[in-house]
């Protein structure tokens, strides 16, 4: 069979779990007919759906098959270990994301990400930009396979780029995030941002990235008009090509949060658009900063005298859940904080610090 | 001790590596050159108070087989502009010249389309007569090798720029004698320039032709010029055409809608055209993705190409461009709906998909097209207006397995059941279910399944117990629970249903299987937070006479062989991932049955 042939599949099935069912029962059939090749790239658009149109879960589970086929395939390796790698990124990211996975047991794949890396021939720049990455959005200070974030940036910038780099545009994205978030300066950042914002560069998710990271620092500095301007740009492009899935949650709550206190019509607007979509993710990090923003708006909404507000709450199973469609603002309010709350001490036991409770504690006096 | 050193360039290398490495094809030399004599027209019209539109002309003469002339009436050159902006590569008169005037009025921006034409030639002759010193005709030659010469000349010619280009290319292949034809130069102008704003003709003798079109965009004005213009540009019989027309300022054009479904993953190729000359045929970027259904033929003054124009910028303005589309085509389809709903039927039937994209993209228009969407149902092919008129509640699954293994469960019930697997249904679903005031549109949970499927006339049996006993024992291992259920059709003898958590613990099981030790703990991690609330069953049909003939089934070691068979033929009817182990189980049971025999 041709790769088509599987593809047919699943090709017209709506993205994230309905896809990745279509892609898992491809993949049988591939393996059952012994068709590795096609297994192989089968493998890889399931993490890839997943990782961009899912929670992560389904990647992170199905990757130890995905990476013992490919090892058991060595003469595919040429062809396929650039997918490979690729997909090992996006695993990594996953599981991070998770705090159910020990810190130890993260370290310990990406310790076999670097190995794979000497092995097939790539340089490691790419293990230093997610290991930085890590570090910036866990609050890591250091790890046993690395000293600092700033350690991890410098051997990564001394490395060249590869076919693991991200495209231009994610390059231009990362250098701005770091200069935003570790040296916290951002006229560099402004600088390093400069092809993404005038437009001459883009990617599937830069802007969308760019505008959320910069409407972030304006907000935690003080610069509402340019946080909201900012935030927008980004909401646009995410409603665009991002709404119905569970895609982006990180920036999606930061939006939310950030709309909250700047344009509370079309927060609520938002989050009656993504409350759905949400409510079947199960990973951590994506949760954390969607309840956050949702525990937000709430408090905005119970500020701006709205005791009530209408929502279609997706889980008619949820204890909270009730038929009028109608929910006390102050009650949602402390609902949205206790998930945050929940998962922030997870990660914050995970990773020996309180890095994600102080996000959630942070108090906006605007 | 520092030195200040220059950097040397090769010239006749560097004009070598514009003109036969930056354009595609020599054909552009003739878009270049068009470019530079509208372009010349726009600023003397700006500048020059005694010059009228209604004068302006293009004209191209050809002598076969040996030159080319391309005339323009517009502004000129004096020798200070010549020095600047002819032989300086990378500066561009233009830009100087729009800080005097607006800057729509400018299609070339990179200063160095004239060398496009040492694609054809060795020798490019420039004569030109400025408006501001209309005395002096000047002559400037440059040559291949990087070298140019001025000089003042006697000459008639009217103000304006005369290009000459002569057949005189050496180390050319056969095709650059191509373009010293006059047909063939007319075809490519027509390509390039069928809408320019100015008229360009083509000169024999006393004969003028002209070559390109006065034209508007204008589908309502002239619905069969657009119709033609598409099914000759971009090669359909399309269903219709419209008109684009950007209330600021940003674009103007002709849509048209394919008359034949296409895929959401296809990339349509749109004509576009950058102040009123064609810059690509093959434009992606344009229209907001959901409109996959369209493909238009459009102009725009005011958004930037990138330096090869061969697509635009990432920016603010064509982020307005493609909401303005999106705003003008979803007007479209409300002017069908008071106007012409059988055409609009047509199109949502041929374009379910694009349509459905439309509606989950945005509010907009989500009363106008829910009723007219078309699902898949347990009861036939549906539209939303069926739905919402069903009348009692309607179950829906985003599983298409799901889907497939239930579906004749329902209709045996005139239950309806929606698969909402494909592409934007999920989203959909939910903005019908909430439009929706006589049917409860809810999605199917496993309780749901379990309420649907009858209680069995053999609930409380002696032997049927014995079948759940037995069958509970061999399902165990598998984390599944067996029930007694009746249901119809009676072909079929099990229904295995699994639960999110049990789906996943399921995944999880099977990875382990495969997983080295790194990932292991991973996966055990996960494990564990899989609650108690995973749950898979085998339902047991006792309409089915397979499951009868269990009911009386005495032997033990053939019944546990004929449930685990049922059991992987379940998993396989509704596309379940096996175990590794499970396929095997399958093999060896029939086997066994075999030798009982």
């Not at chain 2, 269990?550 to 991932?577: A, N, R, T």
Request: with cysteine; glycine share 4%.
């Amino acid at each position: 069979m041709l790769y088509q042939d599987y593809a047919e599949i699943f090709e017209d099935l709506a993205h994230g779990e309905p896809k990745c069912r279509g892609i898992r029962f491809a993949i049988d059939k591939a393996l059952e007919r012994q068709d590795f090749e096609n297994a192989l790239i089968l493998y890889f658009d399931y993490v890839e759906e997943d990782y961009f149109y899912g929670d992560g879960f389904q990647a992170a589970i199905l990757f130890p098959e995905y990476v013992s086929c490919f090892d058991s395939h060595p003469e595919l390796h040429e062809k396929y270990s650039y997918n490979f790698m690729w997909a090992f990124k996006w695993a990594l990211s996953c599981f991070e994301s998770f705090y159910q996975i020990p810190l130890s047991q993260i370290t310990d794949m990406y310790r076999q990400y670097s190995e794979y890396c000497e092995k097939l021939n790539y340089n490691k720049r790419s293990y230093y930009r997610k290991l930085w990455c890590m570090m910036s959005n866990y609050g890591l200070k250091s790890l046993p396979v690395c000293s600092s974030i700033e350690q991890a940036h410098r051997l990564m910038m001394h490395c060249p780029l590869d076919d693991l780099s991200e495209v231009k545009a994610g390059e231009a994205d990362d250098l701005s995030s770091y200069y935003l978030d570790i040296e916290k300066d951002i006229d560099k950042a402004l600088k390093a941002a400069e092809p993404i914002l005038s437009g001459k560069v883009s990617c599937s998710t830069v802007p969308h990235y760019t505008y959320s990271n910069f409407a972030m620092w304006y907000f935690e500095h003080n610069d509402l008009e340019k946080a909201e301007n900012y935030a927008k740009k980004s909401l646009r492009l995410i409603m665009r090509d991002f709404v119905a899935d569970n895609s982006l949650m990180e920036h999606k709550g930061k939006i939310l949060m950030i709309l909250a206190y700047t344009d509370l019509p079309e927060a609520l607007k938002f989050f009656r658009r993504q409350i759905k979509p949400c409510s079947a993710n199960e990973c951590g990090w994506d949760n954390f900063h969607f309840f956050r923003g949702a525990y937000h708006l709430m408090h905005c909404l119970e500020k701006n005298g709205e005791q009530t507000v209408r929502i279609l709450f997706p889980d008619t199973n949820d204890p909270i859940y009730n038929e009028s469609n109608n929910y006390s603002t102050a009650v949602l309010k402390k609902y949205y904080f206790d998930k945050a709350k929940f998962i922030a001490d997870r990660f914050d036991e995970r990773d020996g610090n309180h890095h994600f409770n102080y996000l959630l504690n942070k108090k906006y006096n605007y | 001790m520092e030195k200040d050193y220059k950097f040397k360039v090769n010239l006749g290398g560097m004009i070598d590596i514009l003109s036969n490495h930056l354009y595609s094809s020599p054909d552009v030399f003739v878009r270049e050159l068009l470019q530079n004599g509208t372009d010349a027209i726009s600023a003397r019209i700006a500048q020059d108070k005694d010059y009228r539109e209604e004068d302006a002309k293009v004209e191209i003469e050809v002598e076969e087989g040996k030159q080319i002339i391309f005339r323009d009436n517009g502004t000129g050159l004096n020798e200070d502009e010549i020095h600047r902006f002819l032989s300086v590569i990378g500066q561009s008169s233009k830009y100087d010249i729009e800080n005097n005037m607006a800057n729509g009025d400018y299609i070339g921006r990179f200063g160095i389309g004239l060398l496009s034409c040492f694609m054809v030639t060795d020798h490019i002759c420039v004569r030109t007569r400025s408006y501001k010193c209309p005395d002096t005709v000047l002559e400037w030659k440059g040559m291949a090798d990087g070298t140019y010469t001025i000089e003042t000349i006697e000459s008639t010619m009217p103000v304006g720029t005369e290009i000459i280009i002569e057949n005189n290319k050496t180390d050319k292949d056969d095709s650059v004698d191509e373009y010293y034809n006059c047909d063939n130069i007319s075809n490519i102008i027509y390509y390039y320039g069928l809408f320019l704003k100015y008229p360009v003709y083509t000169v024999s003798g006393e004969e003028k032709t002209r070559l390109n079109l006065k034209f508007d965009f204008d589908a309502d004005k002239d619905k069969k010029l657009c119709m033609t213009l598409g099914k000759t540009f971009l090669g359909e019989d399309f269903l219709d055409c419209f008109t684009l027309r950007s209330p600021t300022g940003l674009f103007s054009g002709i849509a048209y809608v394919l008359p034949y479904p296409v895929s959401a993953n296809v990339h349509n190729m749109h004509r576009i055209y950058l102040k009123n000359m064609l810059l690509t045929e093959n434009g992606q970027k344009l229209l907001p993705e959901w409109a996959f259904f369209i493909r238009c033929i459009i102009n725009t003054n005011n958004l930037k190409p990138t330096s090869s124009r061969e697509d635009f910028y990432e920016d603010e303005a064509l982020d307005r461009a493609r909401n303005e589309l999106g705003d003008i085509i979803a007007d479209y389809f409300e002017d069908l709906d008071i106007h012409n709903k059988e055409l609009l039927y047509k199109i949502v039937s041929i374009h379910n998909l694009a349509v459905k994209s439309v509606i989950s993209s945005g509010d907009s228009m989500d009363d106008l097209l829910l009723p007219y969407i078309i699902f898949h149902t347990s009861l036939g092919d549906l539209t939303g207006k069926d739905i919402l008129d069903f009348g009692s509640t309607a179950f829906y699954t985003i599983d298409e397995n799901q889907f497939r293994q239930l579906a004749p469960l329902y209709v045996q019930r005139s239950q309806l059941l929606i698969n909402a697997g494909y592409v934007y249904e999920d989203a959909i679903i939910t903005k019908l279910s909430e439009m929706s005031r006589k049917t409860d549109i809810i999605k199917l949970t496993d309780s749901d399944i379990d309420f649907m499927l009858d209680d069995s006339e053999f609930d409380g049996d002696p032997a049927a117990d014995k079948l759940l006993r037995t069958a509970s024992k061999i399902l165990r291992k598998y984390d599944c629970k067996p029930a007694l259920k009746e249901f119809r059709p009676f072909e079929i003898p099990t229904l295995y249903t699994i639960n999110e958590k049990a789906y996943k613990a399921r995944q999880i099981k099977r990875s382990k299987q495969n997983a080295n030790n790194i990932f292991m703990g991973m996966l055990n991690s996960f494990e564990s937070e899989i609650s108690s609330n995973a749950v898979a069953c085998l339902y047991l049909n006792t309409n089915n006479l397979i499951i009868r003939k269990l009911i009386d089934m005495d032997d033990e070691e053939k019944l546990s062989c004929y449930i685990e068979i049922l059991y992987v033929q379940s998993l396989l009817s509704g596309h379940f991932p096996l175990l590794n182990n499970e396929m095997k189980i399958l093999n060896e049971n029939l086997y066994n049955l075999m030798s009982f025999t």
